[in-house]
């Protein structure tokens, strides 16, 4: 069943429904009751009155409950409604009742039976179509807001993502890319030049990337290995990749440079710390409409969740709420032996945002 509304919206307090709830039921209490001569007329609109200020209290105390619930589910609320509805007209029959003979001392007749039943349903419907509106009037209320909600996390999503993208090919990177490249130049000219074509693709893959909401598993790995190709150049035999890709995750969407966080985390935090080095490995799995990518180091837990690390893995996870809810997590593990095991897992289809 459909959600009337996910967070908490009050209908009850504002001036626009007291003014319209008010307004309806004068109106059609004018509408219902024409006065007729003296000395009728007076206990007739006293009679009307009754009967729409009975209407009016019911159904305000309909909308009360119904915030009460915080308008949940519309199986929720079918049930007090109906109930209500049947209930209210009742009242509204009574209290008419009541006004004329106990009131003005109006005497029963029995063909009164059939106007009672007739007003009975009068009530019923009018007291539906009510509740029709109010329920309409949530919708669009809730409609709205969850449109602006849309924008909000829109917002926010582009903060984190220009904050996650800005943490990562950071200015020590870029430095010891450079160092590492002037020491190339005199030692291997053609292997300098494509250390420039790998740092020139890594950089053109980050600038595109702050302007698309996705990219492939394919088009994020390029990156990745451009990215462990120029580390390899700095700590040579003592960074050691490895890649198991399953090639039905290829095409799988995500959110541009996650996967970039992970290996500079476990590069920077693990293998950079160690005078031996180690391996970096990146694992990803299609399983059960989910895409698993494990990415594992050499290193120590503690030394991977604190500082700049834990900005970017705070970012990665943000991201990956706002683009797929409780879809996808992000876990960071002592994996044992001196490893740990950062594993991302997200739907495998598409989170339907424009790449």
């Known amino acids: 069943m459909a959600k009337i509304q996910k967070t ?3 209908l009850v307090g504002g001036r626009a429904y007291y003014v319209s709830n008010l307004a309806a039921w004068s109106l059609y209490g004018l509408l219902q009751y024409e006065l007729p001569p003296e000395p009728r007329g007076l206990p007739v609109a006293m009679s009307a009155v009754a009967w729409c200020g009975t209407g009016l209290l019911g159904t305000h105390l309909l909308a009360w409950y119904a915030d009460l619930r915080s308008w949940q589910t519309i199986s929720q609320l079918v049930i007090p409604f109906a109930v209500g509805t049947l209930v209210l007209s009742a009242l509204m029959n009574a209290a008419r009742a009541a006004v004329g003979s106990l009131w003005f001392h109006e005497p029963f007749q029995s063909t009164h039976g059939w106007v009672v039943m007739a007003h009975y349903v009068q009530g019923v419907l009018v007291i539906s179509v009510w509740c029709a509106v109010v329920l309409t009037a949530n919708e669009v209320n809730h409609r709205r807001s969850a449109q602006m909600e849309a924008l909000r996390l829109a917002l926010i999503a582009q903060t984190s993502q220009f904050h996650a993208l800005r943490s990562q090919l950071n200015p020590h990177f870029l430095f010891n890319c450079l160092n590492s490249l002037r020491e190339l130049i005199d030692e291997d000219r053609n292997r300098a030049k494509q250390v420039i074509d790998q740092l020139s693709a890594l950089l053109r893959y980050t600038l595109r990337a702050d302007r698309v909401e996705t990219v492939s598993l394919k088009e994020e790995l390029e990156a990745v290995e451009d990215y462990l190709t120029l580390e ?5 035999e003592r960074l050691r990749t490895r890649f198991d890709i399953d090639p039905h995750s290829l095409e799988t969407r995500l959110p541009p440079m996650l996967l970039q966080t992970l290996a500079e985390n476990g590069v920077k935090h693990g293998i950079a710390r160690l005078p031996a080095g180690g391996e970096l490995a990146i694992v990803t799995e299609a399983l059960e409409g989910n895409l698993r990518i494990e ?3 050499t290193g120590k837990l503690s030394d991977a969740t604190g500082g700049s690390s834990a900005v970017g893995l705070d970012n990665a996870r943000e991201r990956l709420r706002l683009m797929y809810g409780d879809n ?9 032996e001196s490893k740990v095991r950062a594993e991302v897992v997200i739907p495998l289809r598409s989170s339907g945002l424009p790449s």
């Open 8 to 10: 908490a919206h009050r």
């Open 232 to 236: 390899k150049v700095r700590f040579e």
């Open 295 to 297: 990415v594992t180091n």
């Open 328 to 336: 996808a997590s992000l876990t960071l593990t002592d994996a044992g």
